[in-house]
Nanobody, 125 residues
């Protein structure tokens, strides 16, 4: 059974930093595309970032480019999202997502087969 457990969310002031972690189990971590989505109140899910399984290529939403960094530790079956220079508009529930096949449009939520339970990130102004 695939399990994704996010942690690291919380309340931070604008300009601050947080690091989200997603611990994965139940599948061969190295073979899967892993990403992060977020959902702010009243809004649709937004693709934040994705990292491929084969070449480690990274993708970012324009809204977070230069501020967020995704990484994966295959030895620990964990993916991270380092978030710096946080803004109030980054406030959302952040979800770890996994695709068990190749991803064509990384920011399209239906590309992903498994979702974590989410972790709340709140950025105060």
């Amino acid at each position: 059974e695939v399990q994704l457990v996010e942690s690291g969310g919380g309340l931070v002031q604008a300009g601050g930093s947080l690091r989200l972690s997603c611990a994965a189990s139940g599948f061969t971590f190295d073979d899967y595309v892993i990403g992060w989505f977020r959902q702010a109140p009243g809004k649709e899910h937004e693709g934040v970032s994705c990292i491929s399984s084969s070449d480690g290529r990274r993708y970012y939403a324009d809204s977070v480019k230069g501020r967020f960094t995704i990484s994966r530790d295959n030895a620990k079956n964990t993916v991270y999202l380092e978030m710096n220079s946080l803004k109030p508009e980054d406030t959302a529930v952040y979800y770890c997502v996994v695709s068990d096949s190749s991803v064509n449009i990384w920011y399209f939520k239906y590309e992903y087969d498994y979702w974590g339970q989410g972790t709340q990130v709140t950025v105060s102004s």
